[in-house]
């Protein structure tokens, strides 16, 4: 069974800083592509950052460039969010994804969600 732990959330001032952290068990972490997304109430839910298997390679939301930094442990099966500057912008529910597709005898696709955690930037 797959799951995906965020940790980290929690209400900061503007112009602070907050680590999200997610902890994944039941796959093999280091084959997926891993995301943070946010949703924000009455927005629909949006890509923040994405690493890649190797973490050789990350995107942003040009949102959140210069500001954000994803990061992953392999071996600790976890991915991270470094988010400083925040705005009141930022606030949301921020959700940890693991994606994965794979040629097997056809095209499959594994995705999978995290339960979210609240950040709020607030004064």
Do not use: H
């Not at 994804?97 to 955690?117: H, I, K, L, M, V």
């Amino acid at each position: 069974q797959v799951q995906l732990v965020e940790s980290g959330g929690g209400l900061v001032q503007p112009g602070g800083s907050l680590r999200l952290s997610c902890a994944a068990s039941g796959l093999t972490f280091s084959w997926y592509r891993m995301s943070w997304y946010r949703q924000a109430p009455g927005n629909e839910r949006e890509l923040v950052a994405t690493s890649t298997t190797a973490g050789g390679s990350t995107n942003y939301a040009d949102s959140v460039k210069g500001r954000f930094t994803i990061s992953r442990d392999n071996a600790k099966n976890t991915v991270y969010l470094q988010m400083n500057s925040l705005k009141p912008e930022d606030t949301a529910i921020y959700y940890c994804n693991a994606y994965r597709s794979t040629y097997e005898g056809r095209w499959r696709e594994y995705d999978y969600w995290g339960q979210g955690t609240q950040v709020t930037v607030s004064s």
